[in-house]
């Protein structure tokens, strides 16, 4: 507190001068506070002065606060010059909850200080200050002072062509297109009332997957595009609708401008998929950040009603409904798939589940936001947003890049609205590139021989053979197949020389056995085999993998184990 009371004080001083020092004829207008109301700088404590008896203040100060104006207007001018000063305190530099967040909430809380005051003033007094006091008014008046967008080379352009009260709506060109789906689904309408729209931005610069192509467009070692699987493991039966925001550029070059491929990667997704109407939202330019993405997708594919806003890059279970909320994990021990904690959201929760603060690459809590945001209403969240753009130009902060958590947390602040944890399961992490690979590393296609590796080694025609009902199976082997097969990520591909007309006494045998399986090649040469296989920044050498074992040995265990 005291360093912050210094560089406060400082500022002051540099800006206008020693304010308690001065007298009245030599501050330089506008003035940090009136004469007649007294600042303890350090104690942050603030009071009128009605008597030399009150405070330990000069008689001459004393004199010249009874000559001015009323009370009103003192804590008007005080108000006016103090906002006056935090917008224009340039020297913070540092996490966007400084350049941004601070500023902002000084000026809702002295507009709402403002506001009540308004309450106890007549309509004469209210005009007569209005003009003294107006947000807008006094960064136009600071302008050339404090370091806004105009004088910023490394601002960011709200909008090519902005609303006329200054809010930086989005009004990009953007196409829409959609899968065709009907909304009459079995004879009932798809769309009731109190479903969900979700909405994927992926038009990102994957600046964590360093060559390569966008991230939503990698290929899951399940088949789908990482953007389709994001969406694997909802409850999508509350779901009206799905709708996705992408670049043209990235159309074009990764996709051969053909939205309709990609509309098929979905319905070739998730079964659900199917039968939900899914639109793709083209933008035509990069965006400033997230937020711009989703305002464009919003209002170009006129989506209305509660929404719920998902990461491209992760995958998790929660329930989806119009409520606002966020979808949250906590961190806890012995949690592997969590990569860089600092980078993501986080939340304070009261012990209700309620979230009392938000803030992105700031850990607050052992909570953190999993890329799931659910809002009531896309309309105002729309309205939210414009709101944040017209605190980025008030506050000068239109270099910061704005995050869902910073709309939720603007709501909470100036709207008061409650927002919820929404509990959440299954949490995949692919938010950058090492943490994409280590997940992919889960995965695994395993070809496994019968005779000697499953079943103690026999032939075609001499006793014991493959005519045997069953065969003497190698019990550790099987087990540890049957491990890996129960995690959901090892598809297996049996490999034998017996020929297809012993398939049906093979696959009896192994059913039989407990032997896990997906499919199995009949045939094959009795030789060595050789496993050929490309690899790629997608999926990294060594691509493939061999396993030798002993003739009739049981230790796969210890020789394969992911």
């Not at 006091?133 to 136009?140: A, P």
């Not at 389709?228 to 009206?240: K, M, Q």
């Not at 999926?539 to 009739?552: D, E, I, K, M, T």
């Amino acid at each position: 507190m005291d360093a912050v009371s210094a560089h406060f004080l400082q500022l002051v001083r540099d800006s206008y001068g020693d304010p308690l020092l001065m007298d009245d004829d030599e501050k330089r207008v506008p003035f940090y506070h009136p004469s007649s109301l007294f600042i303890d700088l350090s104690s942050r404590y603030v009071s009128l002065i009605h008597s030399t008896k009150d405070m330990a203040v000069p008689e001459h100060q004393f004199a010249a606060a009874a000559n001015k104006a009323d009370v009103f207007t003192v804590i008007a001018t005080f108000l006016a010059d103090f906002l006056n000063l935090a917008l224009g305190d340039d020297v913070i530099e540092g996490p966007k909850q400084s350049r941004f967040r601070g500023r902002i909430t000084t000026v809702i809380a002295v507009e709402g200080i403002w506001d009540r005051l308004k309450g106890a003033l007549d309509e004469r007094a209210k005009g007569l200050l209005e003009e003294r006091w107006s947000s807008e008014n006094l960064v136009r008046q600071k302008q050339e002072r404090i370091s806004g967008a105009a004088q910023n080379p490394n601002s960011v352009k709200l909008s090519s062509d902005a609303t006329a009260d200054g809010t930086g709506k989005v009004r990009q060109v953007a196409e829409a297109f959609d899968n065709g789906t009907h909304v009459q689904m079995n004879g009932n309408a798809r769309h009731l009332d109190g479903q969900v729209t979700i909405v994927v931005p992926a038009a990102g610069r994957s600046s964590r997957f360093p060559g390569h192509k966008p991230k939503w467009l990698l290929t899951q070692p399940n088949g789908c595009l990482m953007v389709v699987d994001a969406l694997g493991a909802l409850d999508l039966s509350s779901v009206s609708r799905v709708v996705v925001g992408i670049l043209k550029d990235h159309l074009v070059r990764y996709c051969g401008n053909d939205a309709n491929a990609l509309l098929k990667a979905f319905e070739d997704g998730n079964a659900q998929l199917k039968e939900i109407p899914i639109s793709i939202v083209v933008i035509p330019e990069e965006t400033i950040d997230q937020v711009q993405t989703i305002e464009c997708i919003l209002d170009t594919a006129k989506v209305t009603g509660p929404i719920f806003l998902k990461d491209c890059d992760n995958q998790f279970s929660c329930s989806l409904m119009a409520q606002n909320g966020v979808a949250t994990l906590e961190i806890t021990q012995g949690m592997q798939s969590v990569s860089i904690p600092a980078s993501k959201s986080y939340v304070s929760l009261s012990s209700a589940g309620a979230i009392t603060n938000i803030a992105e690459k700031v850990i607050l809590s052992n909570t953190f936001c999993l890329g799931g945001y659910s809002f009531r209403s896309a309309s105002e969240t729309l309205n939210s947003i414009c709101s944040a753009r017209r605190y980025q130009k008030l506050t000068s902060t239109t270099n910061v890049e704005l995050s869902v958590s910073d709309i939720v947390w603007l709501k909470m602040l100036e709207e008061q609205v409650s927002f919820v944890s929404i509990p959440s399961i299954g949490y995949e992490d692919w938010g950058t590139l090492e943490a994409w690979n280590a997940y992919t590393r889960t995965w695994k296609t395993l070809f496994c021989d019968i005779d000697g590796t499953l079943f103690k080694n026999t032939g075609q025609y001499f006793t014991p053979n493959w005519t045997h009902d069953s065969g003497v199976i190698l019990p550790s082997t099987i087990k540890h197949l049957q491990t890996l097969r129960a995690r959901g990520r090892t598809q297996i591909i049996l490999t034998t020389t017996r020929p297809e007309s012993f398939a049906k006494l093979t696959e009896r045998q192994l059913k039989a056995s407990g032997v896990p399986f997906d499919r199995i090649c009949y045939g094959l040469y009795h030789c060595q085999r050789v496993l050929i296989n490309d690899w790629a920044k997608t999926n990294p050498f060594p691509s493939a993998l061999a396993v030798n074992l002993q003739r009739n040995g049981d230790e796969l265990r210890e020789m394969l184990d992911y």
